[in-house]
């Protein structure tokens, strides 16, 4: 039987509850903000790894409004719903940030008014 050994297997793994999984927290109120409109949330520093997103609504963004997000021009979810007051946690493939990184949502099929958190996950591993 063949055996690999990954690249990762001498890295620290830290004890915490969390281990050194972060999050940090983008909040945005918008009124009528139409189709296609961009809103930059966060700028992230180079060094983080992130690997998943969350996205809450205090009371929902208006009827059929989806949210694209991205980190400056790498679409890391899309269509997530907002119409309605809810959370989602989206695990995306773990991305190296190898310069500052805007971390931005897009308004989509819908005028938006609402409160909207974004709030990204990411392991500090440096550069």
Do not use: C, H, W
């Not at 918008?30 to 205090?58: C, F, H, N, Q, S």
């Not at 309605?84 to 931005?104: A, C, D």
């Not at 819908?110 to 392991?123: Q, R």
């Amino acid at each position: 039987m063949a055996k690999v050994i990954a690249q990762t297997m001498r890295d620290t793994v830290y004890a915490g509850a969390a281990g050194n999984l972060s999050i940090a927290f983008g909040k945005v109120d918008v009124i009528a903000a139409d189709v296609d409109t961009e809103i930059d949330t966060l700028e992230l520093p180079i060094g983080l790894e992130v690997v998943g997103v969350r996205v809450a609504t205090e009371s929902g963004l208006g009827e059929d409004v989806t949210l694209d997000i991205k980190l400056n021009n790498t679409v890391i979810a899309s269509a997530v719903d907002v119409a309605m007051q809810g959370s989602v946690v989206i695990p995306i493939q773990p991305l190296y940030l190898v310069e500052k990184t805007v971390l931005t949502v897009i308004v989509r099929d819908a005028v938006a008014t609402g409160s909207i958190s974004v709030m990204p996950e990411y392991v500090s591993v440096g550069f």
